[in-house]
């Protein structure tokens, strides 16, 4: 599939949709509509709200606008003309004015109409193989403080077979959702007293606490160091950091004794109070500070989604203050460590990216280009096949970025390093080089997962609730034909929680039927079933989630098996 063939027929489906709104509701006032990553989206003002179930009606009518077979054409106009053109609605007008020059584009089918940079396909006949998908609420150009608008997503492919590949990942998507597998298996929750913030229940808080011990424990062993810092500060902190000019729109703010603080957005500049609490030497370096650090973001209500996108999270943030010369060994030790975590989380896919300067971002390009050509050569070092991100780096420096791929080849954006060059300057950090002098280090803000609460969404999805061994909250459950085996049951049960194993007994009195139905809808690994015969030969019956069964198992080889998933 050819990709920019793909990109011109979602910019032109974008348009067909524009088409078909402005026929069926001519009130409708349009904004913008652009192609996407997964299909197309156009922001609309109507006249009145449309429901989910207008979809069907909109979609019906692109497809015969569609079989018109309208020739599309493209044409530069002043913008005088422009402005005529759209003299009654105020969103084409503002991006009439905003552009440079004295012309704009617009792009025609039939008699609608369009401002369009170009690029489409060459009649509406083109445009075959589509379907609208959603119906949400965005603003005015992100701006909470705009206009509320309505926006209708869709999908677009150039073959009825590819569309039909991504609607049958769509359907398999609503069906393994982390939202209801959340409920159905009782992990976490969200509630109207704390819109954006999740609810972990025990079994929820046993895998945040897999993963965080397992890094913990992974972290230590390279020589990272654990640090706690407050989750509110001074607003003078996030004014210096720089924090403040890029996250006040989504920042929390509170006065305390007539003094303005703010809770965190990030974790970083309490990980740089504690460096430079005291002289540093170059004998400390790299120093190596990790932090299970809590942030809070301001998400707009309408963006607000599962574990996906939250107002409260978790990063598991590592700042490392070293040298410039230490920076490309310490880039292969992430590398290292951040593939070993996310394959042990049963992703294999792995794509790398190194992202560069923002449009919004600290410093001059001088500094930036040092840095970038760190990271590379680091990428360069551990032999990883890698893209390039243009512009897509953090405001204070570029970053390696990770997208790993879950089973229903869906990309996400989780791991980061990142190079910063301008934080130390910011606090004026220093350390004693061998020669007695003052000089600067540098930062690297490193995260594996990312956010917690996203990263147990995608997992959740990757394995379609079925989590691994070492993951799962109940690792057993034991079953028993009758109450007879229940003492056997119990011996089973304390050797098995003295282990470490998270196991349980069905207490139901269910049939066996009804207790491995119950243990496969509540997705436990394992399942072990004691009748008579076990009993009599101390042995255990394994039935495992996938429905395969190993019967007359002895316990030390059980527990053997289990130790080796761990």
Known sequence: MNEQDLKIV???????????????????????????????????????NFKE?????????????????????????????????????PFKLELINDLEGDTVGLARQGEFYDLCRGGHVAKTGDIKYFKLTALSGS????????VALQRISGIAFLTQEAMDKQLLKEEQAQMYDHRKLGKQLELFSFHDE?????????????????????????????????????????????????????????MYFSEIDEKSYAVRPMNCPGSILIYKDRPRSYRELPLRLHEFGKVHRHELSGVLHGLFRVRSFTIDDTHIYCTIDQVEAEILKSLSLLMQTIKKCGFENIKIGLSTKPEKA??????????IAALKSALNASGVTYTINEGDGAFYGPKIDFRIEDSMERQWQCGTIQLDFFQPENFDLSYVSSEGTAKRPVILHQAFHGSFERFFGIL??????????????????????????KPYAQKILSLLQEAGIRVEIDQSGDTLSGQIKDAQLKKI??????????????????????????MGISYNSVLEKMQKLL
């Open 10 to 48: 979602r910019h032109s489906a974008a348009h067909l949709l524009a088409h078909a709104l402005i026929e069926l509701y001519p009130e409708t006032q349009l904004t913008i509509g652009p192609a996407t990553e997964a299909g197309f989206f156009y922001d609309i003002l109507p006249s009145k």
């Open 53 to 89: 179930a207008d979809l069907a009606f909109i979609e019906q009518r692109m497809h015969e606008i569609s079989q018109r077979n309208l020739p599309i054409t493209h044409e530069q106009i002043s913008k005088s003309e422009a402005q005529k053109l759209y003299k009654d609605n």
């Open 139 to 146: 603003y005015w150009r992100a701006n909470r403080d705009g």
């Open 194 to 250: 704390g819109v954006g913030f999740p609810f972990f229940h025990p079994k929820g808080k046993v895998v945040l606490n897999q993963l965080r011990n397992a890094m913990r424990e992974r972290l230590r062993k390279a020589g990272y160091l654990e640090i706690e810092t407050p989750i509110m500060l001074s607003d003078e902190l996030w004014r210096r950091s720089g924090h403040y000019n890029f996250y006040k729109e989504n």
């Open 362 to 371: 600290m410093g001059d390009d001088a500094i930036w280009q040092k840095a």
């Open 460 to 485: 959740l999805e990757h394995h379609k609730g079925h989590l691994p061994f070492w993951l799962a909250p109940v690792q057993a459950k034991i079953l028993t034909v009758t109450d007879e085996q």
């Open 525 to 550: 690994p394992w399942m072990l079933i004691i009748g008579k015969k076990e009993v009599e030969l101390e042995t255990l019956t394994v039935r495992y989630h996938d429905g395969k069964q190993e």
